[in-house]
């Protein structure tokens, strides 16, 4: 059983910055890809930044530039630094991993909340 395990959300003001981590309970060199999703009340979730085993990283258009997806495989963590915040991108935001042989698993997800 795969465990993922996000951290660092929080409260921030706008323009300023937060980094978010996924801990994952198995080696993520095991996976195709690890991403963040994020969702916001009544709306659905979407994809914000993705990166693949090979370090290939794809970005939602309204985060690129500001945010940067990382994976340090030794820690079996992926991390999202989120700059320059803007309201918008107040949600839960969820960490998942496609694992080879094991499928495709999601964190619990963590409060962002971005607000003066």
């Known amino acids: 059983q795969v465990q993922l395990v996000e951290s660092g959300g929080g409260l921030v003001q706008p323009g300023g910055s937060l980094r978010l981590s996924c801990a994952a309970s198995?080696?993520?060199?095991?996976?195709?890809?690890m991403g963040w999703y994020r969702q916001a009340p009544g709306n659905e979730r979407e994809l914000v930044a993705r990166?693949?085993?090979?370090?290939?990283?794809t970005y939602e258009d309204s985060v690129k530039g500001r945010f940067t997806i990382s994976r340090d495989n030794a820690k079996n963590t992926v991390y999202l630094q989120m700059n320059s915040l803007k309201p918008d991108d107040t949600a839960v935001y969820y960490c998942?991993?496609?694992?080879w042989g094991a499928g495709i698993y999601w964190g619990q997800g963590t409060q962002v909340t971005v607000s003066s």
């Open positions: 998942n991993g496609n694992f």
């Open positions: 198995v080696s993520i060199f095991r996976t195709n890809f």
């Open positions: 990166i693949t085993n090979g370090g290939t990283t």
